[in-house]
């Protein structure tokens, strides 16, 4: 009986061991080039990294944009640099696009890049405008006229102002070849539906784990990238897994950016603190009472103190936003002279009780004017319930009885477009291009105003920069003085790296595409020598807690001894148990 | 009097086991917390001062990552956990002992509540939690309520088997036979011969509870505005630099802890009350 207890042991003890080497074989590959990365967001899935499969958020393009290119891209300094054409002319009227298309551009197949594959890939995005869910704006385009192999003429309907960033630089042409026989483009997945230009071809994707994982291209036409592998996982403390070299960059933001702290000077880890174009803002449901009263809202604007928020949540890693939704950082469209609602909890009481809300009762939450307890429910996404709480207990001193409701993000998200909702907060990036000022209450849809969007769509189409600016000012305005969302803040955002695997990290200027404001330009992973970012960047222009970094000169390559994790503490303690009651059991 | 004298006998009986003598004291000290939590906490836990304080004379344990006074909210925490503990052991206690009494004394009531019975316990009770307290609103209640409809199947079935097994007593079988009517059998012969056992399952429940409230309240299922030790774990370990800095030595241990000695010291008191109930154990479990 003793005798297989002790067996028993050593079984355990034999399994603990082989795991562990088998483990150690596992991590230690080949001497290739990986690069692994985790977003901020634990459970990062962001849909199949195809056009049409991606999860429309920018985390979600960029996963998309490593396979597929398209025709023109954007710099670090948000310049757009020639892409998958080398060159185009507009006609005066702006309404003809001629581009010039680079030349050898192969399909990860093989097969070569001609128009043809443009014209296609415009006609099938707009027969599968619903598919496409991404910001699209094709109803602009009227047909896509080829001159020869390497010439195309795009026709638009109406002159559109943005057309170089927002679709010539967003929408990704995908293989005649291969989609030309697909009619359900949602459904198509597999080794061919990532058949793109782009610098990396997919080789895993596991949507439970939110894994995926791409081999380099290795005959990119804008050249080899830097590395073999690219690998984006999502774990659960990005800043443990950072330091125990599960990954290799990660960013942080908000108050999350307390975190780089830890990896400041500290030498192995690079830092690089960028603008965010990002924004965290309550939306309100502009069809269900009482959140449909514009007065209601204003109410709801004074009572929450924002200063606060960003103070006693993130840690100073923000600023107050904009309440016309874009960034202040951005000079060429930002309004500085919107109102701000300053905090001012005896204006809410008297809008409320204009309104005919009052506490009747005397518990100190008002009442409906029909009867009732003025209660209800704030939804909002995990990561924001600290935000949530403030704004709580800041509309409780109003009167407002607000109940935190926590969910993830798909689920928000389709709260919002269902309308089944009264107060969400909720975020998102892009507000350097006014093009997100179309739905300002975006990923929401119950505030419809036909000025309004009468007045996006003028803007759209106005070519002069200057009355186009007076236009997006208008639009801010609006936002600001009708408040279909409030706006809370803009996190700073900072990535941290291990500079051995990589360091060309940096942040594009107006965010990727048509915004996105993460780290990921696929320029940072291609070796051209122009595409590099510069040795130093400009400080952040609003006074971040650290200011950007020059990059860390790369360390010498001795590794440094890697600190015994968690999983070996716990494996000792284990053991240690284990012997105990052995030697317990034989004591007996 | 035969009650105290009875009471008496049972306290002389239980201050011989060190363990239920540990494990009370370390409960009555979290009740009294839990009790007195306005008059213990130094702030409310609500309350927003400078965030990420490390511990010092204003803040002994520090404040967390919105400012609040990480001790006060331990403290208030007790009050969380101790309530749904109790409540929930109460209220699953008595459905679960009028069920087990029930099917226990009557053969085809028995049977069919067996039958229910098996279809609850056949659920593994921590995975169905988490899936109804992810659709419900995770609030207070809700979760006393998943708890209770969890609880009383287990009550049920542990008070029925020795309810079969007293039925047959001679003494209950003479009380048949000169006539006493079921309910005056089952209130005064045999519900007090259940009710030690009772008290046992009591209070392995309640440690049940506990540790179920905080896995849904750390998992982030659990109502966030809350203050609960779940929730104190729930958003340090969201923190990003928890682990890589001093912090959770404040914010996480504490709770743990409390966790912890919480769940030990209803163990040791159900280990001494299992002592006395089943004294061919006596003598088994030392420390």
């Known amino acids: 009986m003793k005798k297989g207890k002790n067996v028993d042991v050593l079984t355990l003890v034999i399994l603990i061991l082989v795991c562990s080497v088998f483990g150690g074989i596992a991590a230690v590959a080949a001497d290739e080039k990986v690069v692994k990365f985790a977003g901020d967001l634990p459970g990062g899935d962001w849909g199949y990294p195809s056009p049409f499969g991606f999860y429309p958020r920018g985390p979600g393009y960029i996963r998309m944009s490593f396979g597929f290119d398209t025709l023109t891209w954007k710099d670090q300094n948000g310049t757009v640099i020639p892409w998958l054409a080398d060159s185009w002319e507009m006609s005066d009227d702006g309404k003809t696009w001629t581009f010039h298309l680079h030349e050898g551009v192969k399909w990860h197949d093989g097969e070569p890049f001609t128009a043809k594959d443009v014209q296609f890939t415009f006609d099938y995005i707009k027969k599968h405008k619903t598919s496409f869910k991404w910001f699209q704006t094709l109803g602009y385009i ?32 995908i293989p005649e070849h291969i989609w ?22 997919l080789l895993k994707y596991n949507k439970e784990q939110g894994y995926y994982e791409w081999e380099a291209n290795e005959e990119y036409f804008k050249g080899k990238p830097l590395v073999d592998k690219l690998i984006s996982l999502s774990v659960n403390d990005p800043a443990l897994a950072l330091t125990t070299g599960d990954i290799d960059e990660t960013s942080f933001w908000g108050r999350r950016a307390k975190a780089v702290s830890a990896f400041e000077n500290k030498s192995g880890f690079g830092t690089r603190w960028g603008p965010s174009y990002w924004v965290l803002k309550v939306i309100f449901n502009c069809e269900r009472y009482p959140t449909n009263l514009t007065a209601f809202r204003k109410a709801i604007a004074y009572g929450i103190n924002r200063t606060e928020l960003v103070e006693l949540v993130v840690h100073g890693y923000g600023i107050p936003a904009n309440t016309g939704l874009i960034h202040p950082d951005v000079t060429e469209w930002y309004n500085p002279d919107l109102p701000d609602y300053e905090h001012n909890v005896t204006k809410a009481i008297e809008i409320l009780n204009a309104l005919n809300f009052t506490d009747t009762d005397g518990d100190g939450i008002m009442e409906y004017p029909e009867g009732g307890d003025l209660e209800f429910n704030l939804i909002t996404l995990d990561k924001f319930s600290r935000e949530a709480e403030l704004i709580k207990s800041q509309l ?11 969910m993830d993000m798909s689920t928000v998200d389709g709260i919002l477009k269902e309308g089944n ?26 505030c419809k105003n036909e000025t309004y969007t009468a007045l996006f769509k003028e803007q759209r189409e106005t070519m002069d920069y200057k009355a186009r600016k007076e236009l997006v000012f208008k639009l801010q305005e609006s936002i600001a003085e009708n408040l279909p969302v409030y706006t809370l803040y803009h996190p700073k955002m900072c990535c941290v790296y291990r500079p051995e695997k990589l360091d060309t990290w940096f942040f594009t200027k107006g965010g990727v595409g048509i915004g996105i404001p993460i780290e990921m330009n696929k320029l940072v992973f291609i070796g051209e020598e122009e595409v590099r970012p510069a040795p130093s960047l400009a400080p952040a222009a609003s006074a971040s807690p650290g200011t950007t970094s020059a990059p860390t000169p790369i360390p010498t390559p001795t590794p440094e001894p890697e600190q015994p ?5 716990f494996a000792i303690t284990g053991l240690l148990a284990v012997a105990y009651l052995v030697l317990r059991r034989k004591n007996r | ?43 409310d836990p609500h309350e927003m001062f400078k965030p990420m304080e490390h511990p010092g004379s204003d803040h002994l344990l520090g404040t967390n990552d919105i400012g609040q006074d990480i001790l006060s909210e331990l403290i208030y925490g007790a009050r969380v956990s101790l309530f749904i503990a109790f409540f929930v052991s109460v209220v699953s206690g008595i459905i679960g002992t009028a069920f087990g009494l029930l099917s226990g004394y009557f053969e085809m009531f028995g049977f069919f509540l067996m039958r229910i019975v098996d279809a609850f316990l056949a659920i593994p009770r921590l995975p169905l939690i988490i899936v109804i307290a992810a659709f419900m609103r995770p609030s207070i209640w809700n979760l006393i309520f998943i708890f209770i409809i969890l609880g009383w199947p287990i009550t049920t079935r542990i008070i029925r088997s020795e309810v079969l097994s007293l039925r047959t007593r001679n003494y209950v079988e003479a009380a048949r036979m000169v006539g006493a009517p079921d309910t005056y059998i089952l209130m005064k012969h ?21 540790i179920a409230e905080s896995s849904l309240s750390f998992l982030g299922l659990g109502d966030p505005t809350a203050k609960s030790w779940g929730m104190i774990l729930h958003y340090a370990f969201v923190y990003p630099t928890i682990f890589i800095s001093d912090l959770w030595m404040w914010w996480m241990l504490p709770a743990g802890l409390c966790i912890t000695f919480t769940i030990l010291s209803l163990t040791f008191i159900g280990y001494a009350l299992e002592e006395l109930v089943n004294p061919r154990l006596r003598g088994m479990t030392r420390i």
């Open chain 2, 1 to 43: 009097m035969t009650e105290i004298k009875d009471l008496n006998r049972f306290w002389n009986a239980y201050k011989e086991s060190r363990l239920g003598l540990i494990g009370l004291a370390i409960l009555l000290f979290f009740v009294t917390l839990a009790v007195f939590a306005p008059y213990i906490a130094p702030y």
């Open chain 1, 396 to 406: 409780a001193a109003v009167g407002i009885k607000i109940n935190v409701k926590v």
């Open chain 2, 190 to 210: 045999i519900l007090p011969n259940v009710f030690p056992l009772l008290v046992v399952r009591l209070i392995i429940e309640a440690s049940h509870v506990i």
């Open chain 1, 565 to 569: 994790g968690f999983d070996v503490i």
């Open chain 1, 421 to 446: 909702f009264f107060m969400v907060i909720s975020g998102h990036g892009g507000i350097a291009n006014p093009n997100i000022l179309e739905k300002p209450d975006w990923p929401g849809g119950t």
């Open chain 1, 180 to 201: 030309k026989d697909v009619s359900d483009p949602v459904k198509f997945v597999g080794d061919k539906a990532v058949i793109g230009t782009g610098p990396f071809k």
């Open chain 1, 142 to 173: 009227d047909h896509v006229d080829i001159v020869d192999d390497h010439t195309v003429v795009i026709h638009l309907t109406e002159p559109f102002a943005p057309f170089l960033v927002d679709i010539a630089g967003n929408v990704p042409i």
